[in-house]
């Protein structure tokens, strides 16, 4: 364990851990950065913050995830589905107490990872993962919509001039990332011809200067405990679950594994920073992720600028990054919902089994119908569980052989609480007769109480009727269960 314990730290180091390939690192950061300040800023607005604190939330989480995430590449910030949770809280009782959950959300997620409990992400299924991505591109559209609904025709055709330079220039050149190249061209034109158009400054207060530490400022009581306790699990929750998603989606991008538990307590420490920096909680974010990796950002170095980055524009760069019109962080968000949406899943509903479809449709509405994306995954990993033990307890059968004088009933498959009532009704105990009786379950396996339960009611019906009844086959593990109930006689 520690040889493999000291390669990963040395590797934690090397080029290829940090910075396969440098310019294309900072290149892919700098678009992920990009990409951040429209979101980050149109999530501030949903929490009720300023942009200054999503920003300098930002410009942190990344710096930390950098060095304690446990995924490359992987691009976590202010997201929306944290500042969807966040708002509340913030209208209720203000900033302060935001910061003082985000801080208690960061220890729910250290504690996660310690414990090692990244592994619940098994029991989210490919249906769930698949709708939870489709509901994030479906959220992210509905997003933009407020800025083109009621917008003049200005605005509308820098939004279509956005979209062409953003689809079409990848068509003639990917050297330079075609997000960047629609910000500067719209900036320029909408400043050359005087556009009635909305920019950046018009959405709140950017950032005056660097972030500074700070606890937060409420008072140390319980009863302060009392009202964070619940917003700070759900921040907790969601942003875990959140990032777990996100990890896979880059591990199935770039074909590599992650350490799950090393990201959930990153996340923690990189939300406990942020709300000392006066910024709000965070995760991992799946469009700049996805846009990162596209860009050829596979090391920690591209999420370390993307921050970093961050922090230049907003500090330097203030004066152009509040001209850049809206509509052009528009078309940008409308190609990150795109590209986020899982095309091939809406193709495949007619293929794929009912369940599974059904299990992704269910994940969809419920995140969208209540624009929570906790609530969505909770829904269908139910879902997924019910539909499982459904099809499991449909493989039960009790076959019934009889000669003279005994008759054998041979249960083949598993019984658990779904498959009880079945094994129960499947013995047909009527015309025994006094015959002996014999339950072989060499083909069967006991999961639960509920099992071993239904057995002994078996044995009880056929023993009515029968001269003797005789249990054969038990399992090693069916056996233990049912001798932890002292039903079986050892």
């Given at each position: ?8 730290r040395?590797s934690f ?11 294309r ?33 930002s ?16 691009v ?11 708002a509340?809280?913030?209208h209720a009782?203000g ?17 996660f990872?310690?414990?090692r ?5 098994r ?22 919509l ?22 079409g ?20 034109i ?5 556009l ?5 400054a ?6 005056q ?15 302060t405990?009392?009202?964070?306790a ?5 921040i907790?929750?969601?942003g ?13 991008l ?23 920096f ?8 799946i469009?700049?992720?996805v ?21 230049i524009l ?39 089994p ?11 509405a ?17 879902l ?7 099809k499991?307890?449909r ?26 009532d ?16 014999r ?7 006991l ?9 002994e ?7 009515k ?6 249990l ?11 001798s ?7």
């Amino acid at each position: 364990m520690s040889s493999h314990h000291h390669n990963s730290r040395s590797s934690f180091f090397s080029r290829a851990e940090w910075a396969p390939c440098i310019p294309r690192e900072l290149m892919a950061g700098a678009v992920a950065t990009f990409a951040l300040i429209p979101e980050v800023i149109a999530f501030s607005f949903v929490a009720g913050v300023d942009p200054a604190v999503g920003l300098f939330a930002s410009f942190v989480i990344s710096i930390v995830i950098a060095f304690f995430g446990g995924r490359p590449a992987m691009v976590s910030a202010a997201a929306g589905s944290v500042a969807l949770v966040a708002a509340p809280l913030v209208h209720a009782h203000g900033l302060q107490y935001l910061l003082a959950a985000g801080v208690l959300a960061g220890v729910v997620q250290i504690v996660f990872g310690w414990l090692r409990l990244g592994v619940l992400m098994r029991f989210v299924s490919g249906s769930v993962r698949t709708g939870f991505v489709n509901a994030l591109a479906i959220l992210i559209f509905s997003a933009q919509l407020p800025h083109l609904v009621d917008a003049n025709s200005a605005t509308w055709a820098m939004f279509a001039l956005g979209l062409v330079i953003i689809y079409g220039l990848p068509r003639i050149t990917s050297l330079v990332p075609s997000p960047l190249v629609c910000i500067v061209v719209l900036t320029l034109i909408a400043q050359w011809l005087h556009l009635p158009l909305k920019t950046v400054a018009d959405l709140g207060a950017l950032p005056q200067g660097l972030p500074s530490f700070a606890l937060p400022d409420v008072p140390f009581t319980l009863e302060t405990l009392k009202l964070i306790a619940l917003p700070a699990l759900a921040i907790a929750m969601v942003g875990l679950l959140e990032s777990m998603m996100t990890a896979s989606v880059v591990d199935e991008l770039t074909d590599t594994p992650s350490s799950k538990n090393r990201e959930c307590s990153g996340l923690g420490l990189a939300n406990i920073a942020a709300s000392f920096f006066g910024g709000i909680a965070g995760c991992g974010m799946i469009g700049q992720s996805v846009s990162n990796v596209r860009y050829g950002g596979l090391g920690r170095l591209s999420t370390l600028f993307a921050g970093a980055f961050l922090l230049i524009l907003m500090v330097l760069l203030k004066p152009w990054v509040s001209q850049v019109p809206v509509a052009a962080l528009v078309a940008i968000m409308v190609m990150v919902s795109a590209s986020t949406f899982d095309w091939g899943s809406a193709r495949a509903l007619l293929k794929h089994p009912k369940l599974s479809s059904t299990v992704m449709l269910a994940t969809v509405a419920v995140t969208v119908g209540t624009d929570n994306l906790a609530a969505g995954v909770c829904v269908g990993v139910l879902l997924s569980g019910v539909f499982f033990a459904f099809k499991v307890s449909r493989l039960l059968t009790v076959t019934r052989e009889e000669d003279a004088d005994t008759v054998t009933y041979t249960v083949r498959g598993q019984v658990f609480f779904a498959s009880a009532d079945l094994l129960l009704d499947s013995f047909d105990v009527r015309d025994l007769l006094g015959r002996a009786a014999r339950i072989d379950l060499s083909d069967a396996h006991l999961w639960d109480i509920t099992a071993v339960k239904a057995l002994e009611k078996a044995r009880e019906r056929v023993g009515k009727y029968a001269s003797a009844v005789e249990l054969v086959g038990l399992n090693a593990h069916s056996r233990e269960l049912a001798s932890q109930l002292r039903f079986v006689d050892e």
